[in-house]
Each structure stands twice: as structure tokens, then as C-alpha cells.
């Protein structure tokens, strides 16, 4: 099991910037895939929708079509640490954000516990 720590959330205004990391103990794998997802207020947990991606091997990135412009994400493999800078946010992008790592064929998949980004307008 892979463990993920999420932080660096809270509270911004509309507009504004924040910078979420996500620490993992993955070191051994020879590729996965690391993401964001968001689960908004008053979303269950199996609508959780995801943000952006990267692949471990070769970088390549995926992001949901209502962040692209926004939000950047990168994977420091040196530091072994996922990070997401959200820029111009809108209260729209409220929600608890979670990091997951998953190995291409499912075999394994671990969550983080989630960290709240809160919007004000």
C-alpha cells in the first residue's frame, strides 16, 4: 500500500492562488499514475471527479477541461511528491481534494485523506 499525505489547502479568495502537495512513499514501482481528484460540497464520494493527472514514466499530463489554463500539475520523483498550482480560482473550485497513485493495471491504488480548498467570492 502506498501512503499519500495531502496538504496545503484552505482558505482563499476568488481570484486567488493555492498550491496543493501530496507526499507519497512510492519508490519502487516502475510506472503509475499519480492525480487530482475533487469531491465538491454535498458530492458523494463516488462523485469525486478528477482534476489532473501525470504518468510516473515520461510526465504526461491530463487535465479536466474546466482547469485547463488554471492548474498545473508535476510530480517530483526526486522528492517523491505530487504537487497542484491552482491559479484564478472561482468558488466553482471549492471542494475536498484528494491525491491518488495507481499502477497501470489497478494492482494497486491508494487515496489520501483529502484536504479542503475553500473559495470565498
Known amino acids: 500500500q502506498v501512503q ?3 496538504s496545503g489547502g484552505g482558505l482563499v479568495q476568488a481570484g486567488g492562488s493555492l498550491r496543493l502537495s501530496c507526499a507519497t512513499s512510492a519508490r519502487t ?3 503509475y499514475e499519480m ?3 475533487r469531491q465538491p460540497p454535498g458530492k458523494d464520494r463516488e462523485e469525486r471527479e478528477l482534476v489532473a493527472s501525470i504518468m510516473g514514466r515520461g510526465g504526461g499530463t491530463g487535465y479536466a477541461d474546466s482547469v485547463k ?6 510530480l517530483d520523483t526526486a522528492e517523491n511528491a505530487l504537487y497542484l498550482q491552482m491559479n484564478n480560482l472561482p468558488p466553482e473550485d471549492a471542494a475536498i481534494y484528494y491525491c491518488r ?3 497501470p493495471t489497478a494492482q494497486v491504488v491508494s487515496w ?5 480548498v ?3 467570492s
Open 4 to 6: 499519500l499525505v495531502e
Open 29 to 31: 514501482f516502475s510506472n
Open 35 to 37: 492525480g487530482w481528484y
Open 69 to 74: 489554463g488554471r492548474f498545473t500539475v508535476n
Open 101 to 103: 497513485f495507481r499502477t
Open 112 to 116: 489520501g485523506r483529502g484536504n479542503q
Open 118 to 120: 475553500v473559495v470565498s
